[in-house]
């Protein structure tokens, strides 16, 4: 199949993975800023006839959302057949409902933004909150790659003794899943609010953790708070050091030192966001999907104006 991979510039460490772990060439996709900080953006490649995969990890998603935009746009005026979007981390699936007056709801506002430049979506772990699946907020085919598999197996390797443990009650089910794969134990902190200022969280069953070596998981680190007060929490019920392993290392401004600082004996994360913490990749699990979406590309028409598919009002 005649298919090709381009990446921004923060995501070449992936795209390399990928690469060779899908079989598909990766072309040249250049970046650069002017003076005025408009961006130009240039592919060194022949796309006509070919179907494209554009990769972004989207850390940074008012800049990287514009360029992607600009190169599917380009990529389709230079003939390519298809355009998709790698997205590992995808940004803006917090905000789903108005919480204030007058706040714009990104998430769907967002997919529809993206549906505007691709024919199908494919990314990792997605921070969903009231919305149960992608196929809510997305028209185009959108795929989930769910990282268990690859933490279970770093769990088997590394640390077959660990207790994992979920931040939260929104962690519940996906730790629950690590936990099976990797065949360890796991429980889910509890959080007592006694007062405005005053929030208790605790281990179910602090005896479990004996003889095994605490491991907190979780899907995104932002501002670091949450897995701070988890570790200090779980220091106050004498539990050891515990690792600390993150999907999405979004690690916002001293949010990695903050989690360090609190006494985790080792920050790792997935390597969907390029950083000093990436022990895991999620390549080997990215590359079949990308495969069928590739597949599924080739054995359909291109999208009848011009890769524009038809909007949820239009539809």
Same mark, same amino acid.
């Given at each position: 199949?005649?298919?090709?991979?381009?990446?921004?510039?923060?995501?070449?460490?992936?795209?390399?993975?990928?690469?060779?772990?899908?079989?598909?060439?990766?072309?040249?996709?250049?970046?650069?800023?002017?003076?005025?900080?408009?961006?130009?953006?240039?592919?060194?490649?022949?796309?006509?006839?070919?179907?494209?995969?554009?990769?972004?990890?989207?850390?940074?998603?008012?800049?990287?959302?514009?360029?992607?935009?600009?190169?599917?746009?380009?990529?389709?005026?230079?003939?390519?057949?298809?355009?998709?979007?790698?997205?590992?981390?995808?940004?803006?699936?917090?905000?789903?409902?108005?919480?204030?007056?007058?706040?714009?709801?990104?998430?769907?506002?967002?997919?529809?933004?993206?549906?505007?430049?691709?024919?199908?979506?494919?990314?990792?772990?997605?921070?969903?909150?009231?919305?149960?699946?992608?196929?809510?907020?997305?028209?185009?085919?959108?795929?989930?790659?769910?990282?268990?598999?690859?933490?279970?197996?770093?769990?088997?390797?590394?640390?077959?003794?660990?207790?994992?443990?979920?931040?939260?009650?929104?962690?519940?089910?996906?730790?629950?899943?690590?936990?099976?794969?990797?065949?360890?134990?796991?429980?889910?902190?509890?959080?007592?609010?006694?007062?405005?200022?005053?929030?208790?969280?605790?281990?179910?069953?602090?005896?479990?953790?004996?003889?095994?070596?605490?491991?907190?998981?979780?899907?995104?680190?932002?501002?670091?708070?949450? %897995? #701070?007060? $988890?570790? *200090?929490? /779980?220091? +106050?019920?004498?539990? !050891?050091?515990?690792?600390?392993? @993150?999907?999405?290392?979004?690690?916002?401004?001293?949010?990695?030192?903050?989690?360090?600082?609190?006494?985790?004996?080792?920050?790792?994360?997935?390597?969907?966001?390029?950083?000093?913490?990436?022990?895991?990749?999620?390549?080997?699990? %990215? #590359?079949? $999907?990308? *495969?069928? /979406?590739? +597949?599924?590309?080739? !054995?359909?028409?291109?999208?009848? @104006?011009?890769?524009?598919?038809?909007?949820?009002?239009?539809?």
């Amino acid at each position: 199949m005649n298919t090709l991979l381009l990446a921004l510039p923060d995501a070449h460490a992936l795209a390399d993975a990928l690469s060779r772990e899908a079989g598909v060439p990766i072309g040249t996709l250049g970046w650069r800023h002017f003076p005025d900080g408009e961006s130009l953006v240039t592919i060194d490649e022949n796309v006509q006839g070919k179907h494209i995969a554009l990769l972004s990890s989207l850390r940074e998603p008012d800049a990287q959302a514009l360029a992607l935009r600009f190169a599917a746009a380009t990529a389709r005026e230079l003939g390519a057949r298809s355009v998709g979007l790698i997205a590992p981390y995808l940004a803006y699936m917090r905000q789903d409902r108005r919480f204030h007056p007058g706040e714009a709801i990104s998430a769907p506002l967002f997919a529809r933004f993206l549906e505007e430049s691709f024919d199908w979506l494919l990314t990792v772990d997605p921070h969903l909150h009231r919305n149960p699946s992608l196929d809510v907020l997305f028209d185009i085919p959108a795929v989930n790659v769910p990282a268990a598999p690859a933490i279970a197996d770093w769990l088997s390797r590394e640390c077959p003794d660990a207790l994992l443990i979920g931040p939260d009650s929104e962690s519940a089910q996906w730790v629950a899943e690590i936990a099976e794969r990797a065949g360890v134990p796991h429980q889910v902190l509890n959080k007592r609010r006694l007062g405005d200022r005053d929030v208790r969280i605790s281990l179910p069953d602090p005896s479990r953790a004996s003889g095994r070596r605490p491991v907190i998981v979780d899907d995104i680190a932002a501002s670091g708070e949450t %897995l #701070a007060e $988890a570790i *200090r929490q /779980l220091a +106050a019920q004498g539990l !050891a050091a515990p690792i600390v392993i @993150v999907i999405h290392a979004v690690f916002a401004s001293d949010a990695l030192q903050r989690i360090e600082r609190a006494g985790a004996e080792r920050v790792l994360s997935c390597d969907t966001i390029p950083h000093p913490s990436n022990a895991i990749t999620i390549a080997p699990l %990215l #590359a079949p $999907a990308l *495969r069928d /979406l590739f +597949a599924g590309q080739h !054995a359909t028409t291109d999208h009848p @104006v011009a890769g524009k598919p038809a909007s949820r009002s239009q539809a």
